[in-house]
């Protein structure tokens, strides 16, 4: 266990993207339930993947908002993200 975090959960986020011509979706931004807003900076990687740590399948993302990296799931319709939960709350 990585010292402060209990475990993770998949918490589904709003999301808001671009979606192409050819079907092609890019997350631009993630939006919490809180009202808090960070914009992607970066998309690092894109390909299908399934999340190991709270499981779902889908198109995983590895992006950067400021200097953090992280995971953004797509499992059409809906997004996800691999939610920390600290000291037994979330």
């Given at each position: 266990m990585v010292r402060g975090i209990s475990y993770r959960v998949k918490k589904y986020i709003d999301?808001?993207?671009e979606h192409d011509s050819n079907g092609e979706?890019?997350?631009?931004?993630n939006l919490w339930e809180d009202g808090r807003r960070f914009e992607i900076d970066r998309v690092l990687d894109k390909r299908q993947?399934?999340?190991?740590?709270?499981?779902?399948?889908?198109t995983r993302?590895?992006?950067?908002i400021g200097e953090?990296?992280?995971?953004?799931?797509f499992?059409?319709?809906?997004?996800?993200?691999?939610a920390i939960v600290r000291d037994g709350s979330e």
């Open positions: 999301v808001i993207a979706v890019m997350p631009l931004a993947a399934a999340s190991l740590k709270v499981g779902g399948n889908g993302f590895r992006i950067r953090q990296e992280t995971f953004l799931y499992e059409n319709p809906r997004w996800f993200v691999e």
